[in-house]
């Protein structure tokens, strides 16, 4: 049997260590890859194509609502993702999976449950905690799969800059972060605004915000 390739990517170095540890039980051989940001994660996953499965955390530094999960899913569609995360609400389970995880367990989950969640997402399952499964049929949020969709259809480097205009960068600001031109932040903006089918950055901001995690939490669509 050839050995299992896992790439962790969260950005607490605790949680990281029990995540590896938790492997190791399971898949003793296994190689494991770890990354503390998003930017490290597509860069590591980048340079290696045999990887089996991704653990994600949704919630870290400079990544806003579900952009990690879904700039991922874009860039690596093949490889499958198993979400492990500390923001367990139904319907945020249930837009992780409509982003295209292929599974989804709370970090407060014993090590047994992790197991069998990565077993079946290895094995080509789709894994949800049983009191979660009921999330599959959940209403859709208010970003619709529509926006979604319209989502998946942008470059990973549009991707990044949306995130940036999110978190209220400027054009200046954002082209320092990326290295880039104003003139090529201002056509990548351009290009977003037309993928999205709206008039403005301020209309992509609103329309996307309800892929956010304080929004869906706020919002009256949830499972009983």
Do not use: W
Request: charged share 25%.
């Amino acid at each position: 049997m050839s050995v299992v390739h896992f790439a962790i990517i969260d950005d607490h170095p605790l949680f990281r260590e029990a995540l590896l540890s938790t492997v190791h039980v399971a898949f003793p051989d296994a190689q494991v890859d770890e990354a503390d940001s998003l930017t490290s994660a597509c860069d590591m996953l980048a340079r290696s194509d045999a990887i089996d499965l991704i653990l994600l955390d949704l919630s870290m530094q400079g990544v806003t609502g579900f952009d990690g999960l879904i700039q991922i899913r874009g860039r690596f569609p093949r490889v499958p993702i198993l979400v492990v995360s500390g923001l367990d609400d139904a319907q945020i389970v249930h837009e992780a999976m409509r982003c295209g995880a292929a599974g989804f367990v709370p970090k407060a989950s014993g090590k047994a449950l992790l197991t069998e969640a990565i077993t079946e997402v290895l094995g080509g399952g789709v894994f949800l905690p049983k009191e979660y499964r009921r999330t599959q049929t959940a209403r859709p949020s208010r970003a619709g799969a529509d926006m979604l969709d319209r989502l998946k259809t942008l470059t990973p480097a549009q991707m990044r800059v949306l995130s940036l205009v999110k978190r209220g960068k400027l054009n200046k600001q954002i082209a320092y972060e990326l290295n880039v031109g104003e003139s090529t932040v201002k056509a990548h903006i351009s290009e977003i605004m037309r993928k999205l089918g709206v008039a403005s950055r301020t209309q992509a901001v609103i329309e996307t915000s309800a892929l956010d995690f304080d929004v869906i939490l706020s919002g009256p669509a949830k499972v009983d």
